[in-house]
Nanobody, 127 residues
Framework: DVQLQAYGGGLVQAGGSLRLHCVVS??????????IGWFRQAPGKEREAVSC????????YYADSVKGRFTISSDNARTTMYLQMNNLKPDDTAVYYC??????????????????WGKGTLVTVSS
């Protein structure tokens, strides 16, 4: 069975940093073929993209709201993905989810293109 689990959330003051990671397992094909993505959902808001790495070409994409502050990465086998979050703002408060699937290019920023999701981890940024 495909499993993803995100870890690393917590409470941090504005301007601080957190590093999320997501462990991925159970895919039948090489994980290197999969796109990986981070999404978030704040209370009362829709799920939105944070960052992703598209299938096959390893290109990273970021939402405008996190560019220059967040960095997505993974190990070579894509069994673990990371989201380094720096200079956090109260608006970054949300439940963060990791996802994986076959998605190419900027489509990896759209959550509807993913079938495989991990349980979220809560990030709270205090002002």
């Amino acid at each position: 069975d495909v499993q993803l689990q995100a870890y690393g959330g917590g409470l941090v003051q504005a301007g601080g940093s957190l590093r999320l990671h997501c462990v991925v397992s159970g895919f039948a094909r090489s994980l290197e073929d999969y796109a990986i993505g981070w999404f978030r959902q704040a209370p009362g808001k829709e799920r939105e993209a944070v960052s992703c790495i598209s299938s096959s070409d390893d290109t990273a994409y970021y939402a405008d709201s996190v560019k220059g502050r967040f960095t997505i990465s993974s190990d070579n086998a894509r069994t673990t993905m990371y989201l380094q979050m720096n200079n956090l703002k109260p608006d970054d408060t949300a439940v963060y989810y990791c996802a994986a699937d076959y998605v190419w290019g900027t489509r990896c920023l759209n959550h509807v293109n993913y079938d495989y999701w991990g349980k979220g981890t809560l990030v709270t940024v205090s002002s």
